[in-house]
Nanobody
Framework: QVQLVESGGGLVQPGGSLRLSCAAS????????MGWYRQAPGKQRELVEHITRGGSTDYADSVKGRFTISRDNAKTMVYLQMNSLKPDDTAVYYC?????????WGQGTQVTVSS
């Protein structure tokens, strides 16, 4: 059974930091690229950052220099370190596992940046 379980969301003040975690099933972790997406109210879901099996990353311009994705292959975990958070980063963040043929999504975790 494929599972992606996110954790680590919450309320943080502007300029603060959060680290999101995604626990992935071992059955998919070794063969899927992993990523984080987000969806703000009234907006489409968008890519935040993406990491391939080999460790190459891609990210949205809006998070450049502030967010960092990483993966721990031994623990089958994916992380998103978010620094210098802004109110515009407020969204539900989703973990994603994807390859050409299919993709899986977690249930999402809410991140709210507000003073």
């Amino acid at each position: 059974q494929v599972q992606l379980v996110e954790s680590g969301g919450g309320l943080v003040q502007p300029g603060g930091s959060l680290r999101l975690s995604c626990a992935a099933s071992r059955s998919i972790f070794s063969s899927y690229a992993m990523g984080w997406y987000r969806q703000a109210p009234g907006k489409q879901r968008e890519l935040v950052e993406h990491i391939t099996r080999g460790g190459s990353t891609d990210y949205a311009d809006s998070v450049k220099g502030r967010f960092t994705i990483s993966r721990d292959n031994a623990k089958t975990m994916v992380y998103l370190q978010m620094n210098s958070l802004k109110p515009d980063d407020t969204a539900v963040y989703y973990c994603n596992a994807a390859r050409v043929s299919n993709a899986y999504w977690g249930q999402g975790t809410q991140v709210t940046v507000s003073s």
